[in-house]
């Protein structure tokens, strides 16, 4: 990596600008201020609601216990500007700014923190029973269906699937689990830790279907490579997740093989101000 080189501003000029509102980005901008920072710090996040953390998605937003997870900060007290629903959509570093829909941000020293988009199944786009959980409007628009009690094919024996299947389950759900792999949470933990996880959904009284590979899925089904049919009122997609560094094409910052972004052991990009 080459050397930071940045233009010398008074440490009261400085602008910090943190590219994604979830926990990295927030504690970042928390960590600024308790260090110190005595430079404007500005957070941007996608979406319209407050900070929040996620774990709580998938159990006590999912089945009505809890209507969120915000975060408990004082943005106003720390001195932090949180703006809410302004997505980035480009970054020119040379200019030093990020683009968004309603205008550039200029910074000084920029923090990626947008970490990761969900993988999308093929061929589910637009299928309104065709469900996604990582944010806070997922969860809220999947809580009705788990309380109606539909049939409940989630697609994907990882941490998403497992979490799904037993919070359906405590809704009374009928669910089947269904995994390309030859065992769960395959891309996650070895083979004879994940194992252990397995007896999870006969537990809690899910059906696990291992190697069973979707080829199509249907308004009310889904199918499989082996000809199956599975009846499903909804279809949660956990497949993994990818890198959501898609606005940074064109920037020339560095990326990994797997699009996410590639740093040295201080966290530094190959953009100088980059972190």
Not at 150 to 161: K, L, S, T
């Amino acid at each position: 990596m080459s050397e930071h080189r940045e233009e010398p501003l008074a440490a009261r000029e400085r602008r910090v600008v943190i590219v994604g509102a979830g926990m990295a980005g927030v504690q970042t901008a928390v960590a600024l201020r308790e260090l110190g920072w005595a430079g404007t710090v500005t957070v941007l996040g996608a979406e319209p609601h407050p900070p929040y953390d996620r774990p709580p998605l998938s159990k006590a937003v999912l089945l009505g216990k809890a209507d969120g997870s915000a975060f408990e900060v004082d943005f106003a007290l720390l001195g932090i500007d949180l703006q809410l629903g302004r997505e980035a959509t480009g970054l020119r570093p040379a200019e030093h700014l990020v683009d968004t829909a309603s205008g550039p941000v200029p910074y000084d020293v920029l923090v990626i923190a947008t970490g990761a988009e969900p993988v999308r199944l093929p061929g589910s786009e637009g299928l309104p029973n065709v469900h996604l959980l990582r944010t806070l409007d997922d969860a809220v628009r999947l809580r009705p269906v788990l309380a109606a009690q539909h049939d409940v094919v989630a697609v994907g024996a990882g941490w998403i699937g497992a979490e799904v299947a037993t919070a359906a389950r405590e809704a009374g759900c009928e669910v089947t689990v269904v995994e390309a792999a030859d065992r769960v949470l395959a891309g996650a933990l070895p083979a004879e830790v994940a194992a252990r996880m397995a007896p999870w959904y006969a537990e809690s009284g899910a059906r696990l279907m291992l190697g069973a590979r979707v080829t199509t899925v249907e308004d009310d089904a889904v199918v499989l490579a082996d000809g199956t049919r599975l009846t499903a009122g909804a279809v949660v997609v956990g497949v993994g997740a990818r890198a959501a560094t898609g606005w940074l094409e064109g920037s020339g910052i560095a990326l990994g093989d797997d699009r996410a972004v590639l740093a040295d052991e201080r966290l530094r990009t190959s953009l100088p101000g980059v972190y």
